[in-house]
């Protein structure tokens, strides 16, 4: 007892030194409180490591993935000078699979953690979704052929595609980019039920992998299919008919979950298609310093899509939060959204250098001496502007999910297409900014 009397008295002289009882309380309880920020973020994410291994592991697979669809584009350098006009529908053929799976993904795991989702493809979330990836599939395939074709005259891109060219390459391209990924999305959603899995981690970085993987090729073996005399204009014809036909039939005969998705899905993918095809335009002007510098093109589907990915991750698990009523829909984001803020940006630290650095390797092994400007180049290109990237992705995951909300829309159909536009578009300048700043572009 004495003892911790004589403590208490020399507390106190300490106090007084410092500029009395008052001052050294304050000092005492700075010191005793700046430490914990830093273990409140380490505690966080600790609390949070089942999220981070799954999260690593989905975007590093999809990552490896993307760098496939890379080297694919930088393998298909000679078909884009062939047919001039392509690049310009690339960026937003394969944004678009991304955004119309990626919020069917974020749909269905809202549904899995509300316990609504059943497997039935007759009925149900999963029936519904199903139905309206199918439709919009076949109608953003037609959108994005009139739009690549007529933006194109109106900005002044050269082009040699005619409008039956886009649309069958589009919408052929789309629907069997889109066929494959309704099944990988619901084998991930079923998948997800059986081991347990939290959807929000895995599905935006998978979904948007597979869809660079599989487009590409797709929108290649479309090109087979042009300029045959009769059957392409057929073709197209049909195509637009059929898509039409379907956009109708779903409005005035599907369920009333479906009738929502449709019509919420369509304006905010309209936009989106819009602003990818801008970047479609802004790559087919710097095409060729693209198809120079292979390791650029390798980079860049993973690079465009993973922040896409790593917007979807955050817009999935905001959504859910605010569905469950564990997120405040507040225009000053709670402490409980900073907290998956630092998730992601965890995320992207490592990422965007992985990627950086396996296009580097990549275009070295495959392609001949020139093709990359340097390991430490493309580390620096991919990590500063994969920040830039991410910091746009944050937000407009944020604000999407929190404005939809507000609106009395569903942040599930709103988030990744608002992402996916935003990110593709800033993502693209970003990448552009660190190129220059890198002394590799003008």
């Known amino acids: 007892m004495a003892e911790r009397e004589r403590k208490r008295f020399r507390i106190g002289d300490r106090e007084r030194d410092a500029g ?66 392509l690049a310009v529908l690339i ?107 939290d959807m929000d981690n895995i599905a935006a970085p998978m979904l948007t992998a597979a869809g660079d993987i599989l487009t590409l090729p797709s929108l290649v073996l479309a090109t087979y299919l042009i300029d045959i005399p009769i059957f392409s204009g057929s073709l197209a014809l049909t195509l637009t008919a059929i898509a039409i036909a379907v956009a109708i039939l779903g409005f005035r005969l599907g369920g009333q979950n479906l009738r929502r998705i449709l019509a919420e899905s369509l304006p905010i993918l309209a936009l989106t298609g819009t602003v990818m095809i801008l970047v479609g335009v802004a790559l087919e002007d710097r095409s060729e310093q693209f198809t120079t510098l292979l390791a650029l093109s390798i980079l860049l589907p993973a690079f465009l899509q993973e922040g896409g990915a790593l917007g979807g991750i955050l817009s999935s698990r905001l959504s859910s939060k605010i569905h469950l009523g564990l997120l405040a829909p507040r225009g000053l984001p709670p402490l409980a959204a900073f907290r998956d803020f630092v998730l992601i940006y965890t995320f992207a630290a490592g990422v965007y250098l992985f990627i950086g650095a396996l296009s580097h390797v990549l275009a070295v092994v495959l392609f001949p001496e020139g093709a990359s400007p340097g390991l430490l180049a493309m580390m620096g290109i991919s990590t500063l502007a994969g920040l830039i990237a991410t910091t746009a992705a944050v937000l407009a995951a944020y604000y999407g999910s929190v404005g939809s909300y507000r609106l009395g829309l569903d942040p599930d159909t709103y988030g990744i297409p608002i992402i996916t536009a935003v990110v593709d578009l800033l993502g693209f300048m970003s990448l552009i900014i660190a190129l220059i700043i890198f002394g590799l572009a003008g």
Do not use: H
């Open 20 to 85: 009395g009882p008052e001052k050294g309380v304050g000092l005492r309880r700075r010191l005793r409180e700046r430490p914990r920020i830093r273990p409140r973020v380490y505690g966080y994410l600790a609390q949070e490591k089942e999220s981070l291994r799954q999260g690593f592991a989905a975007l590093f697979l999809s990552s490896v993935g993307e760098l496939v669809a890379g080297i694919v584009l930088a393998g298909i350098a000679g078909t884009l000078e062939d047919l001039v006009g």
């Open 91 to 197: 960026p937003a053929a394969i944004g678009m699979r991304g955004a119309i799976f990626g919020a069917m993904g974020s749909r269905l795991s809202t549904s899995i953690q509300t316990g609504l989702f059943s497997f039935s493809l007759r009925r149900g979330v999963l029936a519904e979704n199903v139905q309206a990836a199918a439709v919009l599939s076949l109608v953003s395939g037609v959108f994005l052929a009139f739009l690549a074709r007529y933006l194109s005259d109106i900005l002044g891109v050269a082009t040699e595609l005619s409008v039956v060219d886009y649309i069958v390459i589009s919408t052929v391209g789309g629907v069997i980019a889109g066929a494959l990924l309704l099944v990988i999305t619901v084998f991930v959603a079923r998948t997800s039920v059986a081991r347990n899995w």
